[in-house]
C-alpha cells in the first residue's frame, strides 16, 4: 500500500511533512491491528478547499491542505476508516444491516436528518478515528474527550450508546480477528436499543 499525495506547488513542505507522519503513524496498520483487514490499494490524498471538513470517493480522499499536519492525518483516519467499513468489512451488506436499514427506516438524526445507515456508519469511523488518536496519545480515548466530535457529526446519542462496548473491544489484545463479530452484535444492539 502506498499513499500518493496530489497538491499545488505552494504546499509541497507540507505534503514532505505528511508523507513522514503517515509513515511514522500509518493508519493502514493502526486499523490492521484493530480489524484485521488489510488494506493494499493505494490511497490517492488531494488537496480541496474544505476547511475542517474531509471527504474520500473510491480511494481518493479529499481534504484541505491549509489544515495543521496532525489535523490532516486525523481527517486521513477518519476517511480511510469509512473506505474499510464500505469496501473491506462492507459492513452495509450483512443480513444485520439489511435487517436494521428495513427496522430503523424512520430513524433520523436530531439536527442533520441523516438515516441509521450514515449514523451507523459515521459512528463507527468516528471510533475508529479515535482508536488511531488514543493510539499515537493524541487524545484520550474517554467518553468526556469525544463528545463533542460525535455531537458534531450528529451522531452523539449513538455514540453513547455504544462506547463502553468499543472500549472493551479495544482493551481485548486479540481484537483484530474479532471485528467483524463485535460490529455485527453492535449493529444488532443498536437496533434493540433505538426501537
Not at 7 to 14: G, Y
Not at 117 to 138: D, H, P, V, W
Not at 162 to 187: A, M, P, Q, V
Request: hydrophobic content about 40%; overall charge positive; charged content about 30%.
Amino acid at each position: 500500500m502506498e499513499y500518493k499525495i496530489i497538491t499545488p506547488k505552494k504546499f509541497n513542505k507540507k505534503e514532505k511533512k505528511l508523507f513522514i507522519y503517515i509513515s511514522k503513524y500509518s493508519p493502514v496498520k493502526i486499523f490492521g491491528g484493530i480489524t484485521g483487514e488489510k488494506w493494499t490499494e493505494q490511497i490517492i490524498i488531494n488537496h480541496r478547499n474544505l476547511g475542517e471538513a474531509a471527504q474520500f470517493k473510491n480511494h481518493n480522499i479529499y481534504l484541505d491542505f491549509n489544515q495543521p499536519i496532525d489535523y490532516i492525518w486525523i481527517c486521513i483516519c477518519h476517511e480511510l476508516a469509512h473506505m474499510i467499513l464500505r469496501e473491506k468489512i462492507k459492513w452495509n451488506k450483512s443480513k444485520e444491516a439489511r435487517k436494521a436499514f428495513r427496522v430503523l427506516a424512520d430513524f433520523h438524526t436530531p439536527k442533520m436528518k441523516n438515516n441509521f445507515r450514515y449514523a451507523f456508519e459515521q459512528t463507527m469511523a468516528i471510533f475508529l478515528q479515535a482508536a488511531c488518536e488514543e493510539r499515537i496519545r493524541r487524545r484520550p480515548l474517554e467518553w468526556s474527550e469525544w463528545q463533542k466530535t460525535f455531537e458534531a457529526m450528529d451522531v452523539e446519542k449513538l455514540g453513547k450508546i455504544i462506547w463502553e462496548s468499543f472500549c472493551e473491544f479495544l482493551s481485548d489484545k486479540n481484537r483484530g480477528k474479532k471485528y467483524r463479530i463485535w460490529l455485527k452484535k453492535t449493529l444488532i444492539y443498536a437496533v434493540r436499543t433505538l426501537t
